[in-house]
């Protein structure tokens, strides 16, 4: 059913995994497709109380596919046909977010850019104890945008969303749980384990209870979160074809091509 993504159900829990290991799990607009589609499909399931996401191989997610010609060579499109692609990242991390049953991410490795805003979107987030998180997106001339300055103001407050907003700062998992981006820190290598293990305190509560107060806890974080983003993806738009943008990615691409010195 899914090509990008692998999605396994047992005792009323769903495991969702990212699964582009050879790019690092990065977002393509496919991805964020069936990532919208799985996230439907979950939330209509009764047999589903709680969602993990995870990625295969060595992280979470690299974030957006800065390779996908479906994202970015698109010039020659419609203007409706780019702003539907441009508009993915948000829908996909809303789609997650509005899902009725609690949802976790097991981060392993490290969740960057469109990674961490997936998972920003989910109710909590499990780090690997040496794992890190980042959001490049400003040192590549793209504004932060899938709905994710909300919502990183919701868990950290102002000033810490702006220092990782702006400063495109690598925070390590120990720092990470301390300002209130990671909820709890695991072991190398059992990021999912210990998911699994809060997913089964989840289960031993009454669902609609748990529900419900998902729903009200939601709803008052997000008061004026559609106000502010919803027209994000057209800032995107207009950032990413500016001539600072495209030679801000021109050089990260030249910095990844480099051979590393052993």
């Not at 439907?40 to 009764?46: L, Q, Y």
């Not at 996908?68 to 809303?94: F, H, P, T, V």
């Not at 107060?213 to 939601?218: M, P, R």
Request: hydrophobic share 50%; with cysteine.
């Amino acid at each position: 059913m899914y090509r990008t993504l692998k999605l396994e159900v047992k005792q009323a829990i769903a495991t969702v995994t990212l699964n582009r290991p050879e790019v690092r799990n990065a977002m393509s607009a496919q991805l964020m497709r069936e990532m919208i589609a799985c996230a439907g499909r979950i939330a209509a399931r009764r047999d589903v109380d709680v969602a993990i996401v995870r990625g295969s191989g060595v992280c979470f997610s690299a974030g957006a596919d800065l390779k996908d010609r479906a994202r970015w060579s698109n010039a020659a499109q419609s203007l409706d046909a780019q702003r539907e692609i441009a508009a993915l990242g948000y829908r996909m991390a809303r789609a997650w977010e509005e899902v009725p049953q609690i949802t976790l991410a097991a981060i392993e490795g490290y969740a960057i850019g469109g990674g961490l805003a997936l998972a920003a979107a989910l109710d909590w987030r499990v780090m690997a104890k040496n794992s890190f998180v980042s959001l490049p997106e400003i040192a590549l001339g793209i504004p932060l945008t899938w709905g994710t300055l909300p919502r990183l103001v919701n868990l950290l407050g102002p000033a810490t969303a702006k220092r990782l907003t702006i400063l495109c700062e690598r925070v390590p998992a120990d720092e990470a749980l301390a300002i209130g981006l990671a909820d709890w820190i695991a072991p190398p290598g059992k990021a999912l384990k210990t998911a699994q293990q809060i997913a089964a305190k989840v289960l031993a509560l009454p669902r609609n209870s748990v529900r419900m107060s998902k729903e009200s806890i939601n709803a008052y974080a997000g008061i004026g979160a559609h106000a502010a983003s919803h027209m994000a993806h057209d800032q995107v738009q207009l950032a990413a074809g500016s001539a600072e943008a495209k030679a801000a990615r021109e050089a990260f691409a030249l910095r990844r091509a480099k051979p590393r010195r052993r």
